[in-house]
């Protein structure tokens, strides 16, 4: 038997989670090895000074994450060092949508490890996750969606709270419970596509309001109230996609002025707002009582768990969503719920989000290197550049070019509402491709830029 006592903390871990974590952490050392046996539960509780129940859910926790093997008469024991990673199916590799604003895919085995063995642990209670569950999670799911939301300056009560599935469905349910079809919804004149299609599909007016370098204009914010008597005002205003902009303070106290005193409700597409290492405060903390807002996950952690954390107006407004909701999806994945709600006790989702931090940046600035010379706007923090074509060029002729290369390109069509496109081009710089790819599909672009004649 190894003569082997995890040190616990009082950081505020769950004290089982302490002790799977401190297995996990001396196999990577090699204080634990293939074979080692454990102490045996009552004999580590009592070492501990901690209940026989809490040791032996950190075993289970441990054999979930594929750790451990036990034994019954002989004990638990290390399991060999490979078995904890299955073999990737090829067939699921490349499977993307390049229409898309993807993150850069985590690539540190370190993270990667972790990311796995939080996915181990939720399949413990497999057969339970498969059931019929809550419209927006549980208490301990809202709790652990209030820590991510912290992180945002927001501390509402759970009661405002919903998990949902995702950003897209949760506007939808929202839109169509605040509005009728005829209804108009203000946005910035370049949007998110997906608003345009849930507008489309519910039969609402899109109205676009002009934007500067801080974004819409207070004074067309207002003209367009009193003149559509709109429903809501929907906003994406940190690394707004796909102008990268984002509004700062002093514009958000002028537009949550307005709101306010014209008691029109905003929802606050905040997808990108969990990346930067601080940004202006969100509008449910400026505009109290009036904002939505929408915490999604696919920007921040991966589009792949469709899943978003909300924060509603009151708990009203909260009830009003939990039905919409229903009648859209039912409810939010409990797998993929667990796994969230794991991640951010763990640790693990907020390192996800410094990892994309910093390989956006170092992807931004082969962007920068690669396309010196060309206009566009771009954020360290972003995901894309909004490329201006040069003159003459043409947005369906460059995407024709670059057709088979794998870098996500979107006309400027996609996103305008209620005036003509401009000639740009959105360039996502994230998804499964690497720095290397991400650079030889740039100077590509760049060569058919300057090929094509368009440059001065």
């Known amino acids: 038997m190894k003569d082997w006592v995890p040190a616990l903390s009082d950081n505020g871990k769950p004290r089982y989670l302490q002790i799977a974590d401190a297995i996990a952490d001396a196999i990577r050392t090699g204080d634990l090895a293939a074979g080692d046996r454990l102490p045996p539960q009552r004999r580590l509780a009592d070492l501990l000074d901690i209940d026989f129940t809490t040791v032996s859910r950190a075993y289970t926790e441990a054999r979930a994450r594929k750790l451990v093997d036990s034994h019954v008469g002989r004990g638990t024991f290390i399991r060999t060092a490979h078995r904890a990673v299955e073999e990737a ?52 799911d809202k709790i652990a969606a209030s820590t991510w939301l912290s992180k945002r300056g927001m501390v509402p009560s759970l009661e ?29 004149r370049i949007t998110y596509p997906g608003l ?13 309001i002009a934007m500067d370098e801080a974004g819409v204009i207070p004074e067309l914010l207002e003209v367009a109230i009193e003149r559509e008597r709109p429903k809501a005002l929907y906003l994406n205003p940190t690394l707004h996609n796909p102008t990268t902009l984002t509004i ?25 707002g969990f990346i930067p290492a601080s940004a202006p405060a969100p509008f449910a903390a400026l505009a109290p009582g009036l904002s939505w807002h929408i915490g999604g996950l696919a920007k921040c952690i991966g589009a792949g768990l469709r899943l978003a954390y909300v924060v509603a107006p009151d708990a009203r407004a909260a009830y009003a969503l939990a039905e919409g909701l229903r009648a859209v999806a039912v409810m939010p994945s409990p797998i993929c719920t667990a796994l969230m709600t794991r991640w951010v006790e763990d640790g693990t989702a907020d390192r ?56 996500g390109l979107m006309p400027a069509d996609a996103f305008t509402v209620g005036a003509e496109p401009e000639e740009h081009l959105r360039i996502c ?27 001065g």
Not at 160 to 184: N, Q
């Open 160 to 188: 405002r709270i919903a998990v949902t599935p995702g950003a897209h469905a949760t506007m939808m349910a929202i839109l169509s419970t605040i509005a009728r079809p005829g209804d108009a919804i203000l946005c910035e």
């Open 248 to 272: 700062p303070e002093w514009r958000r106290l002028e537009i949550a002025e307005i709101i306010t005193r014209r008691r029109l409700p905003a929802i606050e597409d905040d997808a990108y």
């Open 196 to 208: 345009r299609a849930i507008a489309a599909r519910l039969q609402l007016r899109l109205v676009g």
């Open 352 to 407: 996800i989000r410094h990892f994309l931090r910093a390989e956006s940046a170092a992807r931004q600035q082969i962007a920068a290197s690669v396309l010196s010379g060309f206009e566009f706007r771009a954020d360290p923090n972003a995901f894309n550049i909004w490329l201006k074509l040069p003159e003459g060029a043409g947005r369906a002729e460059l995407m024709g070019r670059m057709a088979g290369r794998h870098i």
């Open 429 to 455: 710089l994230g998804g499964a491709i690497n720095r290397e790819e991400l650079r030889a599909g740039l100077l590509f672009l760049a060569n058919s830029l300057s090929g094509g004649g368009w440059m």
């Open 89 to 140: 199916d090829p067939r699921r590799q490349r499977d993307e949508d390049l229409s898309m604003n993807m993150p850069p895919e985590v690539t540190d085995p370190e993270l990667l490890a972790h990311m796995r063995e939080g996915l181990a642990s939720v399949s413990a209670n497999l057969v339970s996750l498969l059931r019929y569950q809550s419209t927006t999670g549980s208490d301990q």
